[in-house]
């Protein structure tokens, strides 16, 4: 396979975006170390082996819904002036060839799921079906932000049972606090498209309420989400640098908003890429310094 026709796939699967939901997926697992909720277990850390199949899962995930997505929303990319150049709809990749690296992107998940233990093997195919039904959720609720978001809100809790091969509840604060984040991202995103969104009947956020509204209602989703990761750090008694990283996150995405206006939209792509790249990465190098030094 050419150099070429793989960075086609990696803009297919927008495969940089990966550094958003892995990062928060990989804090989960160092919760899961070092926070064990089975009676008689020590404290320690994940093992290079696990850390491993915890990416491969990750990518394997990814993949699987990028790719469905680019499929199912075919019609829409080639009539939308933002996203006509994509790999499918210009025809630089084809329809079956999406769908063989789909599925064999589903086969990693599960093989990845396995390595992991029984219970995330269990869970593989749960995941693959609600990564399936993102794309559809467009067609039918303006809340679609939400359903991307919890897609990646899952990572943390994924995580938390490949490790603990069982699911601590306090990781669905995180799971919570991810999917208002990438939800608020995502209807700051969503402004670009409302137009189009209103000439082909799908629905969104920025569509029902107009833009104004919408960038309130991010900036009310991220807010709330600031507050899920104060809790989650009371609940596991973090010291001081998980809430250095909390203010960090919180300065990060006041500095997002502040990029873009109802009136202003033109600096979209440095709020959505290089601002939540940035958070993602700092969060989990805060939050690994919190747990490194803290006592469970």
């Known amino acids: 396979m050419s ?11 927008k495969f940089e975006h990966s550094v958003f939901a892995l990062p928060f997926a990989l804090t989960g697992a160092l919760l899961a170390a070092r926070y064990p909720t089975i009676p008689g277990t020590a ?8 850390i491993l199949w915890i990416i491969v899962a990750m990518v394997g995930a990814r993949s699987w819904a990028m790719t469905l997505n680019r499929i199912i929303d075919l019609r829409y ?14 025809g630089a990749l084809s329809v079956g060839f999406a769908w063989a690296f789909a599925v064999a992107a589903a086969a990693v998940l599960v093989i990845a799921a396995w390595q992991l233990n029984p219970l995330a093997f269990e869970l593989s195919p749960v995941a693959l079906t609600v990564l399936f039904f993102y794309s559809y959720t467009k067609r039918f609720t303006s809340w679609s932000h939400v359903a991307l978001g919890f897609c990646l809100g899952m990572s943390p809790a994924a995580a938390w049972i490949a490790i603990a091969g069982s699911l601590d509840a306090r990781m669905l604060i995180l799971c919570a ?3 208002l984040w990438v939800g608020g991202f995502d209807v700051l995103y969503a402004c670009q498209d409302i137009e189009y969104d209103m000439s082909a009947g799908l629905f969104s956020v920025p569509k029902r309420f107009g833009v104004a509204r919408a960038l309130a209602i991010a900036r009310g989703m991220h ?10 750090a009371w609940s596991f008694h973090l010291p001081w640098p998980a809430w250095a990283g909390i203010i960090v996150v919180a300065a990060l995405l006041a500095y997002e908003h502040s990029l873009v206006s109802a ?12 601002v939540n790249g940035y958070i993602s990465l700092l969060f989990l190098l805060f939050w690994g310094v919190a747990v490194a030094v803290a006592h469970p």
């Not at 404290?43 to 290079?48: A, C, I, K, N, V």
């Not at 009136?263 to 290089?274: E, H, Q, V």
């Open 177 to 179: 606090a991810v999917t």
């Open 77 to 90: 990319d080639r009539e939308n002036p933002r996203t006509r150049t994509r790999a499918l709809a210009t």
């Open 3 to 13: 150099s070429s026709r793989i960075r086609t796939i990696f803009e297919m699967i």
């Open 43 to 50: 404290p320690g850390w994940p093992s290079w082996r696990q």
């Open 223 to 232: 807010v709330v989400m600031i507050g899920l990761l104060a809790w989650l």
């Open 263 to 274: 009136n202003d939209l033109s600096r979209m792509n440095a709020a959505f890429f290089t």
